[in-house]
């Protein structure tokens, strides 16, 4: 971090293993087993028998945002029109049900498992480990290297899932993300098709349900309520995850756009993104050594790094994973079995 500007804006994001504590040593050995199903025509037949992708049928719109909300250094701006190809998205983000069905599949193991550790925030671990000073990331000592948290484990040993089936998997990387969506048969979203998925048919507006965060005092999504990172109200629902169909939906009858946890895109994150990429279905696939994530999660808070608006985005290296980290699935078009 190069001051407390950039605290701000990057403290209640997903840490990436460059930032852990140099006195936390990880392994950073990665098994390159790859996933053992390949067989196409079972992944097809996983695509016919998935009832809960919706299809969209693209067109032109205003990708990213000219408001002074938008982080300048984040490329969200300026606002421009693209053209997004019809395609398919999962209503809701992959679930731990549904990535159990995978890794009982495949016998895969993801790469928290193979670290041996992933980040947890602090106030989701038993009172005794929160001031742990060997496991803080030392620019932001509210996220803590955990040995044993993975998808399975979220907050390490003595965690477990019970009550959380129907949660948004997490403490996956995006390269676990790329091998659940080649055993699905699916493929992770461009930013585009993210953005444009996320408005739900509304016109450059903050949210996914307009510009307002509260209408009517309503909750929306799953964010940060109180003092960040101190004190958290949950006066919507959660302190922690919470289900893939809790809230109202957007327009195109999608879940979770905002909040609940970061999702992975396929796209190589760059800056300088709407400079590089074309106006037809964008994709950012420079050079680069990280990737883009969207639409925020249960962590963020308007007085820190409020991305969980439309248009925010955000980045980490494809081997890092925390608690606030999962994802959804596309698929093509042409793939026509719903």
Not at 106 to 135: I, Q
Not at 207 to 220: R, V
Request: aromatic share 12%; charged share 25%; glycine share 8%.
């Amino acid at each position: 971090m190069q001051n407390n500007e950039q605290d701000k804006k990057l403290s209640c994001c997903a840490p990436g293993h460059e930032k852990a504590s140099t006195r936390f040593k990880m392994n950073t050995q990665i098994n390159t087993k790859q996933v053992a199903n390949r067989d196409h025509s079972k992944r097809v037949k996983r695509i016919q028998t998935h009832s809960n992708m919706i299809r969209l049928e693209g067109g032109d719109f205003y990708m990213g945002t000219d408001s002074n909300e938008g982080f300048a250094e984040d490329g969200e701006g300026p606002a421009r029109k693209v053209r997004i190809s019809p395609f398919y998205i999962d209503r809701y983000a992959v679930t731990n049900a549904q990535f159990q069905d995978f890794i009982r599949d495949t016998c895969y193991k993801t790469e928290a498992e193979r670290f041996g550790n992933s980040f947890v925030f602090h106030l989701l671990l038993p009172a005794k480990k929160r001031h742990n000073r060997a496991t803080m990331v030392v620019q932001t000592p509210w996220w803590h290297v955990i040995e044993g948290a993975n998808w399975m484990r979220p907050e390490g040993e003595g965690s477990d899932l019970e009550g959380r089936m129907n949660h948004p998997v997490v403490h996956v990387s995006w390269n676990d993300a790329a091998a659940y969506c080649e055993w699905a048969g699916k493929r992770l979203l461009t930013e585009a098709e993210w953005e444009y998925a996320a408005r739900g048919g509304l016109e450059q507006l903050r949210y996914p349900w307009g510009d307002e965060l509260t209408p009517e005092d309503q909750h929306m999504c799953n964010i940060w309520q109180g003092e960040f990172p101190t004190n958290n109200d949950a006066s919507d629902g959660y302190v922690g995850t919470s289900p893939v169909d809790e809230y109202e939906p957007n327009g195109y009858g999608i879940y979770n756009m905002a909040g609940n946890v970061w999702e992975w895109c396929v796209d190589v994150f760059n800056p300088y993104y709407h400079q590089q990429t074309s106006t037809i279905n964008p994709l950012g696939n420079g050079i680069g050594h990280v990737r883009s994530m969207r639409g925020g999660s249960y962590l963020c808070h308007d007085s820190y790094c409020n991305r969980y608006r439309v248009a925010a985005r955000n980045k980490n290296t494809p081997d890092s994973s925390s608690g606030n980290i999962g994802f959804r699935c596309a698929a093509n078009a042409e793939i026509d079995t719903y």
